[in-house]
């Protein structure tokens, strides 16, 4: 079966990920736009807590784009990077008097679109 490879487009979508929205859009603006192999080397020696589930989500896209669409991990670039607010994880914490204080944990979802690299 021959697939046509010039609109292609590889998606992943992570969902719930326990981080805020804000700090993911720190990490994901550094890496938007670049080559896979460019991306997966800027996440590995960034300091923040945020690059494991990204990193996780674009070695899960570009296994997307080998085993369903046959393509080289080498030809692909980061078409498209976007970070959504998810739903809170709402929490109480216990305060003064028996009141309780309400504490919002944020989540997140992310989706990564990979295209082949024009030649």
Do not use: W
Request: proline share 6%; charged share 20%.
């Amino acid at each position: 079966m021959k697939t046509n490879t010039s609109n292609q487009k590889i998606r992943a979508v992570a969902k719930h990920i326990h981080m805020s929205p804000h700090k993911i859009r720190r990490v994901i603006s550094q890496i938007r736009g670049r080559s896979y192999e460019q991306a997966l080397m800027i996440l590995e020696f960034m300091p923040y807590r945020a690059c494991n589930p990204i990193l996780q989500l674009l070695s899960s896209a570009a296994a997307n784009a080998n085993h369903n669409f046959g393509l080289s991990k080498t030809n692909l670039f980061i078409n498209e990077i976007q970070v959504d607010k998810g739903t809170f994880f709402k929490r109480f914490q216990p305060r003064a008097q028996g009141r309780g204080y309400p504490i919002h944990k944020p989540t997140c979802h992310i989706t990564i679109v990979l295209n082949v690299i024009p030649k």
